[in-house]
């Protein structure tokens, strides 16, 4: 069974403060995701990486940074947690090209900047 | 740029009844196209994925799904829900290794 975790599942930081979310799977896949999401707006894609010690913009990477150290763990870091970046995160991966085109997704974490 | 929408930001049934959520794609090319459902408080599980040949699609749980690239749509289908289908679905489109997300529908069944 393809899984992907994340740690920690919620968490409450300080404005200003550095928050590091990560992400871990055991699906062997190249692809992998950070999204936020916000109420209205589905899911949009953070940052994404198709292979190690490698990162790619996605479509809000403002105010992010990821890190992907290897295959399996993807990091992303907020430098400095402003309120506006409350949400929930997801992570993502994919086999993209290979076996299938899906995502399997983590659980999610609820992050609370107060 | 690739775009996913979903008209029906809500949409209530009752049980027992047949359901369709719409959604809408514009891409340049024929992309690979999904439908994921997300249960309170969880991550989201696919349902369903189209890639190419037959257009209509079979998931899990009875959920199907017909492509039409004449009208660009990939509208998801049951034909009698369950309360415990209440959930938020979106539907997502990937041609570049990312994938698009629609801006979701939540769906209530009334028991």
């Known amino acids: 069974e393809a899984a992907v975790t994340q740690s920690p599942r919620s968490k409450v930081a300080v404005t200003g403060g550095k928050v590091t979310l990560s992400c871990h799977q055991t699906?062997?896949?190249?692809?992998m995701y950070w999204y936020r999401q916000d109420t209205g707006h589905g899911l949009r894609l953070i940052h994404y990486s198709y292979v190690a010690d490698s990162t790619e913009k996605g479509d809000i990477p403002d105010g992010y940074k990821a890190s992907r150290p290897s295959q399996e763990n993807f990091s992303l870091i907020l430098e400095l947690a402003s309120l506006s970046q409350t949400a929930v995160y997801f992570c993502a991966s994919s086999d993209w090209g290979g076996s299938s085109y899906e995502q399997y997704f983590g659980p999610g974490t609820r992050l609370t900047v107060l | 740029a690739q775009s996913v929408t979903q008209p029906d930001a809500r949409v209530t049934v009752s049980e027992g009844a047949s359901l369709q959520l719409r959604c809408k794609y514009s891409?340049?090319?024929?992309?690979?196209l999904f439908w994921y459902v997300q249960y309170p408080r969880q991550g989201l599980q696919l349902l369903l994925k189209?890639?190419?040949?037959?257009?209509v699609v079979q998931g899990v749980n009875g959920f199907e799904a017909e492509f039409s690239k004449s009208n660009s749509s990939f509208h998801l289908r049951k034909a009698s829900v369950h309360w415990s289908d209440s959930a938020v679905y979106f539907c997502?489109?990937?041609?570049?290794?990312?994938?698009?997300f629609g801006h979701g529908t939540i769906l209530r069944v009334h028991p």
């Open positions: 699906n062997n896949h190249d692809y």
């Open positions: 189209y890639y190419s040949g037959d257009p």
């Open positions: 891409s340049s090319v024929t992309p690979y």
């Open positions: 997502a489109g990937a041609n570049t290794g990312k994938l698009t």
